[in-house]
């Protein structure tokens, strides 16, 4: 997640042109537009930190693993790890979002960047706590509502173990990755949301280049993360999929409220058909708001900067719909966004949506003073 450079408009001057005459036009939005702009401020120089490449799941089409993956030698020292976050902290970085393969397997370093950062964002698959020290937001993973489907998509059903793990924990948000093959189980996971009062929003399953060159290419099934797919039958959804999805998101929307954290407006544009990023001619999505650019930094478990196209950089961006991607986007409001006063209060509930669901607002460490815009 973070602050493109640009908008799908063009000249930032301009969108704020346009944003002042929708205010003028309707100032009632006015202080909703104040919120806005303190959301953006948070997302203003984000960093991206692998914790390690270690993992306890083999994920069907993978995200991390495949592709262009390269181990390195991790760094060890937790004193090197808090005086390589204690210079991030001092080049500015608002917040900080730790992935990798799986976190929760290194939580010493998760502990010295607490000491650190005032807002984070783990991401982690549940199968282990971490630490209540750990002031940030808890990010699950989920991917099936059942255990068979679990298991074939994950290889080991772990959602149950996952609500076990951080039973009553405030810093927790389920992320359910929609897929084709679970668009039938996503009910029960929201049950158990609001039985263990954790909010939940979706992620939508996406394909990587490595995964498409595997069907394609007539791949035979592996045991890593090539294990159940076929051409006739993959977890990717197609046009009349994505309509399925978003009813099924909308209905449970309307009637879980209060668990179901997301935006309608937000599903209707992610569940359109046809990508949800403009597509060069390289095949890149030059206007993604997570692509690795500007001031966003990425570190590998070495402590080593990288330069990846986007935090996940072995998707097909033609296909990618994952949230981080779809999400960060919308820091920036586009041309339709900023096509009338509707549109653009629309924009807002995406940002309010998007505010709470990265940001766990911590109690002992104050945020940092950022000058007004």
Same mark, same amino acid.
């Given at each position: ?26 100032? @009632? ?15 203003? *120089? ?122 009553? @924990? ?62 006739? &039958? ?12 978003? *009813?099924?998101?909308? &209905? ?11 935006? *309608? ?38 402590? *080593? ?8 950089? &072995? ?59």
């Amino acid at each position: 997640m973070h602050q493109t450079t640009h908008s799908a408009t063009g000249d930032p001057r301009q969108v704020l042109r346009r944003i002042r005459d929708i205010l003028d036009e309707n100032p @009632d939005l006015a202080p909703r537009y104040e919120e806005a702009k303190k959301i953006i401020r948070i997302f203003r *120089k984000p960093a991206f930190y692998e914790v390690t490449q270690r993992c306890n799941l083999k994920c069907e089409g993978c995200y991390y693993f495949e592709g262009n993956f390269k181990p390195v030698k991790e760094q060890d020292s937790i004193q090197a790890w808090e005086d390589f976050f204690a210079v991030e902290k001092e080049r500015g970085v608002s917040i900080a979002y730790f992935v990798g393969a799986e976190p929760a397997l290194e939580q010493e370093r998760l502990v010295a960047a607490a000491k650190i950062f005032p807002y984070g964002n783990v991401g982690t698959n549940g199968t282990v706590k971490i630490d209540p020290v750990v002031p940030y937001r808890i990010s699950i993973s989920m991917w099936a509502g059942d255990d068979d489907t679990d298991k074939k998509l994950r290889g080991a059903s772990v959602f149950k173990k996952a609500f076990k793990n951080y039973q009553g @924990d405030p810093r927790v948000l389920v992320y359910f990755t929609l897929s084709r093959w679970n668009l039938g189980t996503v009910r029960t996971v929201v049950e158990m949301c609001r039985d263990n009062g954790f909010p939940l929003t979706f992620n939508l399953y996406s394909p990587s280049n490595t995964f498409l060159s595997k069907l394609n290419g007539g791949a035979s099934n592996d045991n890593q993360f090539f294990r159940v797919s076929t051409q006739e &039958d993959t977890p990717m959804f197609r046009d009349s999929d994505l309509a399925e999805a978003r *009813k099924v998101v909308l &209905d449970l929307m309307e009637e879980f409220p209060e668990t179901v954290l997301y935006s *309608k407006a937000y599903n209707e544009w992610s569940t359109r058909p046809g990508p949800m990023h403009e597509v060069d001619e390289n095949g890149l999505a030059p206007r993604c708001g997570s692509r690795i650019l500007g001031h966003m930094n990425y570190y590998g478990s070495d402590l *080593k900067q990288q330069h990846p196209k986007c935090c996940t950089p &072995d998707l097909d961006c033609s296909q990618c719909r994952i949230m981080s991607g779809g999400w960060s986007t919308k820091l920036q409001p586009d041309a339709h966004d900023l096509s009338s006063g509707e549109a653009f209060a629309n924009w807002m509930d995406i940002l309010g949506a998007l505010n709470r669901i990265f940001v766990y607002e911590n109690r002992h460490l104050a945020a940092p003073a950022v000058a007004a815009e």
